[in-house]
């Protein structure tokens, strides 16, 4: 049976893949296999991947929000956009979950010329800047000319001295993270060139999916007990992680909630983040 992906180009339906997602979801093999037959008995000729993607969200909601919502993760990470501003904050909780202290949103002057910088990261004797590429598309793909301009940046950074982090050094590292993927060119340009990338599948036992599911940094806009309007409220209260509605729980009185669905919202954020 030929699907239709994303960008357009055609596919045969791999249902080991989706058995692989719904796992990695938290579905049991029985819930999963389930899952899988309901939706093989409605596949069609020419069927968008998008309206797969939709029965089996809609099924797993069936059987836990939680596992809903970590199979929601890529859409979840598209949804702090559609700017970026909340992804670069994402990826400085990111960082910090790993030991590094970050500032967000920075001018730092070069030998050169000034460099807007998302994010700068700090940890032990070494300081870096972290480029975020968010796309709001899911098909679009960071190519070779992104970490090359990065690079040009990175080296007229580096030749200064940054007073950052009660200390003051030069760059030391350049990362570049993207919420979708880079081109195989874009790979061996970074990796020739000594840059870090970050991408939702690279580097592939250490991506950005397997980062957040190890770290349980899901951002709120995973949840599926919230409304869009709800998790934009949070967002703007600084609310970025479903860890920080479990810490701050409080703050869910402020944006209209009633006692049963604020049970309900902490009930998923406690099965999502494991606690």
Known sequence: MKVVKYSGDTVDFNSNKLLESLLKAGANPEQAQHIIST???QLFEGMATKQIYKMAFALLKKNSNAHAARYNLREAIRMLGP?????????ARLFESEG????????LQGKCVTHEIDVLIQKDSEMGMVECKFHAGREVASDVKVPMYILSRFNDLKTKSHSFFDSKSPLTLCWIVTNNRFTTDAITFANCSGLQLLSWNYPENNCLK??????????IT??????????????QKDLLLVKDILT??????TIGLSPNRIQNVLKEARELCGS
Do not use: M, R, W
Request: charged residues 20%.
């Open 100 to 107: 590094y202290k970050t500032k967000t949103n920075l001018v």
């Open 248 to 253: 701050h729980s409080s703050v869910l009185n």
């Open 39 to 41: 939706i093989s008995a």
């Open 210 to 219: 397997s980062k957040t599911d190890q770290n349980k940094l899901y951002p």
């Open 222 to 235: 995973c949840l599926t007990t919230l409304s869009l309007a709800e998790k934009e409220h949070l967002l």
């Open 83 to 91: 700017a970026g501003f909340y992804f670069e904050k994402y990826i």
